[in-house]
Structures are given as structure tokens and as C-alpha cells.
């Protein structure tokens, strides 16, 4: 790597920003130059972590800086297609945007076709690619650890929403709803893991627990606690998600499965070292890797530990440091983009088409309701 130095622009300074922060400043040769965040209470916050960058209020302030590099986009879903068009329409600079890169269908053609001509690269940050057990699973898996691949099953069980500014993450208007705003993490990674793309969507789900006793300005929050979902792709592999959201506490956040020809591969991956009950249970436990091959049969069991700075610079397991470690390296050309705008939004669309599906109460096929592209 160059000793290029790499001035980044923040905009969006609530929780994720701030963990974008944190993980950037472990990077060698950068600066953080430009925070933008519109709420006067987030702004003071982030600037004692910055002290030398200066504070905007919002994105038309941070394109008329000229002392910035790269940006990264950290503000809420609602906001992400618009502020994107607003960006590649306005400058060359390489961008960082997290998801859901949009939150309705209609975005979806607008982005593709203006980001066509953004010379720069656009990286979606799909953070749990980057966690060191699932990077273990996904290299196992491309070395034929087993075979071909048929089914693949993922289960989160975790603590509900955290609280963000303004409430925006209690409602599926300014969300996506649960399944776009939460899960389109494990939507990528099926199709990561698949090497295919969907077609058919199976949901069923409900708010049964979280935040049916909150009112935001008379207004009720009415996303999901809990779904099941099941997508079909295009090479006859299927996958499933079950998403608890009530699960506090649980021993580990996610399990990850894929069963093949040859053999099985599970990857569990404990929580936020932050939200585990160490007064009662002990340090969190270390995420791990267990591959059962069929011939000969036995597991093989394999932990996970990660830098204990890195666990200390947000809740994603590491994986915020290692995106923007590749994110560096793409924008000194040294690399591509991994989690391309196409990524995303393909995400966002199985995310849409599950949450339709349990609307509906039906089947979604995805090119039968234009959500495919």
C-alpha cells in the first residue's frame, strides 16, 4: 500500500457513523477531516472523537469541501437513495454507503442507472462479509470444503432495535421494514454463498413483542420482531433465515449452516461483546467454525478469535476494520470493489420481496412483481 494519505468526509454521525469512525482511525495514513451530521447532540459527540475535523450540518456543505478523499455515508435508509443520486451527480469522489443502499422499489433503476457514469468506486457496506468466522465459512466453502452446495440456513437471535436519533429505525417507511433494514446483510450472504441469483420468495412473520408499548408522535412503530423466510435461486439451491428479535442473551447472535454433497459447515458468531451478561455467564463466547465432512465422517471444530481492539471498535466482530481496509485499497486503485451497488441493491430486493410476501400472506416471484432487475 501507498503512503497515500486518505481524507474522509463522514456524513451521518449516529451509531454506525461513529463506529466508521472509530474502525477508520485504526487505518494507517488517514484522516478524518469533515463530519456532517444535522442533530446538534450527535455532532458534539463525534467531534470529542475527531477533534480536528470540522462539523457541517449536511451534505451540500460537505460536497463544497476540498479537502476530502472519500466518502462514507452513515445516515438513515430513508435518506440513502436521494443522498447517493445527489453525490455521483455532483462529484467524482469514492463512496462508502451503508446499508440498505434504498428502501422502495422505485430507487433501484434510478441508482443503477446514475451510478453508470460515477468514475469512482461505489462499496456497499455489507459489514457481516467481513466478520472473521464468516470469512473463515466462505473461504471453506469456495475450496470445496464441501462439495456442492444445496441448502443454506441462517439464524439470528438477538436483542431488539437499539434507539437512534429521531426513532427512524421503529417504522417500515423510513426502514425498509425489518427484512430490508436488518436482513439484507443475510440476503447477500446467501447469494454470496449460493453463487446464484433469487427468484422466489416464501415469508411469514409479525410484531409479536418489541415496541408495541411506544408511541412516536401518536405514531406506533410497525416493524417486525420475528419472520421466517425461505428464497429459492435460479441454480435450484435454496436457503432460509429465522430472525428472532426478543432473544436477548442468547449464546450466539447468528448460526450460519450450509450442508453439500460431501459434508456440513457451521459458523456461529456470539454477539456484541457490549450487550453479553458477563455478571452471570462469563466472557463472551468465541465464534467458531465447525466443518462435518461425510467421508470420513467427524467434525472439525475451529475458533475464531478476534483482536480485542477491533471488538472494542463497534459491535460487527472486526468486520467494520477489514471492509474498510478493502474499501482503502479500492480507492488507491490497489483493488476492486467487493460489494459492488448491484450487490446492494439485489439485497434490498429479496429484502422488499419479503417483506411483500408476508403482507400478502403469497409466494413472491420475484420478475412477477418487478422486483428484479
Known sequence: MTDQVIRYGILGCGMMGQEHIRNIQLLENVEITVLAEPNAGMR?????????????????????????DALV???????????????????????????????QIDDVARLVEAAKSH?????????????PPITLLL????????????????????????????????????????????CCHFFDLMRLMANANPIR??????????????????????????????????????????????AEG?????????????????????????????????????????????????PKQMEVPVDPTLLEAGDHNGSTFYQHQKF???????QDVEVSLEDGLKAVVIGLAAQEAIKLNQVVTLQDNGLSF
Open 201 to 246: 420468495v416464501f415469508a411469514s412473520g409479525s410484531q409479536a413483542v418489541n415496541h408495541k408499548d411506544e408511541s412516536y408522535n401518536g405514531e406506533a412503530p410497525d416493524i417486525l420482531d420475528n419472520a421466517y423466510v425461505t428464497v429459492e435461486f435460479d441454480n435450484g439451491t435454496r436457503a432460509s433465515l429465522e430472525l428472532c428479535m426478543f
Open 119 to 131: 468514475p469512482a468506486p461505489i462499496w456497499v457496506a455489507m459489514e457481516y462479509r467481513y466478520m
Open 328 to 334: 482503502q485499497r479500492a480507492v488507491l486503485g490497489e
Open 44 to 68: 458534539e459527540k463525534t467531534q470529542a472523537l475527531v477533534p480536528t475535523a470540522r462539523t457541517v450540518e449536511g451534505l451540500d456543505e460537505l460536497l463544497e469541501a476540498n479537502d476530502i
Open 73 to 103: 455515508i452513515a445516515t438513515p435508509n430513508f435518506q440513502h437513495a436521494e443522498q447517493l443520486l445527489g453525490i455521483v451527480s455532483r462529484c467524482s469522489l469514492p463512496i462508502l454507503i451503508e446499508k440498505p443502499i434504498c428502501t
Open 250 to 298: 442468547s449464546r450466539y447472535q447468528e448460526e450460519i449452516s450450509v450442508v453439500g454433497d460431501k459434508g456440513k459447515v457451521e459458523c456461529l458468531v456470539p454477539g456484541p461483546g457490549r450487550f453479553w451478561p458477563t455478571d452471570t455467564l462469563g466472557e463472551p463466547p468465541v465464534a467458531q467454525v465447525i466443518s462435518s465432512p461425510r467421508d470420513p465422517k467427524g
Open 139 to 182: 473461504d471453506l466453502l469456495a475450496q470445496g470444503e464441501i462439495g456442492q452446495r444445496h441448502l443454506f440456513s441462517i439464524r439470528e437471535h438477538r436483542f431488539p432495535f437499539l434507539h437512534k436519533v429521531d426513532d427512524w429505525n421503529r417504522f417500515n417507511h423510513k426502514t425498509g421494514g425489518t427484512l430490508v433494514e436488518k
